[in-house]
């Protein structure tokens, strides 16, 4: 037994400032803890750093790797896309034609004349066809820096007139009258809110990607962007336009996706704020609740409430495969409203039947198809944004509106891109396509042959 240890014990192998021998203060629990604590907190910054640091590399990385590929990419100015070009003339030609054959008995009742709305819609497809060239010929590059500001601001003001001095028609209150000429605000604020989000997503794409934390991710993927989304909505939906405010709600979210938001973050976020003002708009307009009623009930009134609906659904049926030929339409005298506008989709079918409608349905697709390769091709974000968000709305647009004339959803508000009679909507598509092309011009790539 050692003599120096009396009692038997093992000697403690704790160190002397924690037992208090040598004459060290004893170190608290208190003490210990904060000490524990303060290293937890050196590694989660030393791990945020790192993070950081990692961000970067791999920033670096896709930027070196961007530019190795772009070093075998030669880029040609030419002449703007053919085939786009060809399909917008094709549709703005056989809207023109349908436009005639479905408003002659409207026109010749109104008007004694029933050339009256195909004279009209002339008019605005040639003011159209002189914007669409004009703009093509303007490099997007001059507007890119400015043009998204002025053009957002003035949608909102306009919008924001239209609550003033706008016309209604029936619920809603849209148009502002000059003269005989209608403006439409919020279509001017569709190709407003593309542009808008395509700066801003080619401006912050790097913020976007490099945020550490989720909050600033949070930040810079959804709380900015929608900074523009929602009071352009707010604006749309103030006019009673629960169908425009839709189209920009998922016009603006596509964008935010196709630019590299964050996919969680952005879809529960839009979902959210999507629910709860359509829920929060029904609940207060009884005419909105009365269409969604309407819509789901299995015994409509078809001579009152589901009149419309009914009379172009039997418009379409009464095609059959091949339908009864152009001008031959039987719906279109007083028995489908507006005819030649929202609804002209089904005279349409009614006089070209199902393979006309197939026929359309494909030219739609080719239209969406080809600016969707102009988009890929476009020489920087901006312009890939811009393009895919005018093409995307051009198709949204389509499909919805074909959807609510077979009814497959609740009666709005939509006319038929190229095809339904023209006006300031006809007149802004076309200066859209004008925009599509003049990106097309320089978005041509082929391989280097060094």
């Known amino acids: ?130 914007a669409m060239i004009g ?98 909505c707010l604006m749309v939906l103030l006019e009673k336009h629960l169908s425009g405010t839709v189209i920009l709600a998922l016009l603006g979210v596509s964008v935010m996706l196709v630019g590299g938001c964050d996919l969680k973050q952005t879809v529960i976020t839009s979902l959210i704020l999507g629910a709860a003002a359509v829920g929060g708009f029904i609940a207060t307009h009884p005419y909105a609740l009365k269409r969604l009623t309407t819509f789901t009930a299995e015994n409509v009134d078809i001579h009152n409430e589901g009149w419309q609906t009914f009379q172009g659904v039997l418009a379409i049926g009464s095609g059959g495969v091949f339908g009864l030929g152009f001008g031959q339409s039987n719906q279109k005298y007083s028995y489908v409203s507006m005819a030649h506008n929202d609804f002209i989709f089904s005279i349409w079918c009614e006089e070209l039947g199902f393979i006309g409608a197939v026929l359309l349905i494909a030219l739609f697709v080719a239209f969406i198809w080809r600016g969707y390769v102009i988009a890929m091709r476009a020489p920087d974000t901006f312009s890939t944004l811009t393009v895919f968000g005018i093409v995307t709305q051009v198709g949204v647009q389509a499909f919805l509106n074909m959807m609510v004339v077979c009814d497959i959803i609740p009666n709005t508000g939509i006319s038929l891109p190229f095809i339904s009679y023209g006006g300031s909507s006809l007149i802004m598509l076309m200066a859209e396509m004008g925009v599509v092309l003049s990106v097309s011009r320089q978005s041509y790539r082929k391989r280097s042959s060094s």
């Open 135 to 232: 703009i093509s010929f303007i490099p997007y590059r001059l507007y890119k820096k400015w043009g998204p500001f002025a053009a957002y601001g003035v949608s909102m003001l306009l919008l924001a007139a239209v609550l003033v001095i706008g016309t209604s028609e029936g619920e809603a209150k849209r148009w502002i009258y000059i003269g005989s000429f209608s403006i439409q605000p919020s279509e001017i604020m569709k190709v407003s809110l593309v542009l808008i989000l395509a700066w801003y997503i080619d401006k912050y794409r790097d913020r976007m990607k490099e945020s550490v934390n989720r909050r600033e991710k949070y930040k810079y993927n959804v709380f900015f962007p929608f900074l523009f989304i929602i009071p352009a």
């Open 1 to 130: 037994m050692n003599n120096n240890n009396p009692s038997g014990r093992r000697p403690s192998r704790r160190p002397d400032y924690l037992t208090g021998k040598g004459g060290r203060r004893t170190l608290s629990r208190a003490t210990f803890g904060r000490r524990k604590t303060g290293g937890r907190e050196l590694a989660r910054r030393e791990g945020g750093e790192i993070a950081e640091r990692n961000a970067e590399i791999r920033a670096l990385r896709e930027q070196k790797k961007e530019a190795e590929w772009q070093q075998d990419i030669e880029r040609v100015r030419g002449g703007v896309d053919k085939i786009m070009l060809g399909i917008v003339l094709l549709l703005v030609t056989l809207g023109s034609i349908m436009v005639f054959s479905a408003s002659y008995p409207t026109a010749l009742s109104e008007f004694g004349n029933g050339f009256a709305y195909l004279k009209k819609h002339l008019i605005f497809v040639a003011i159209g066809a002189v």
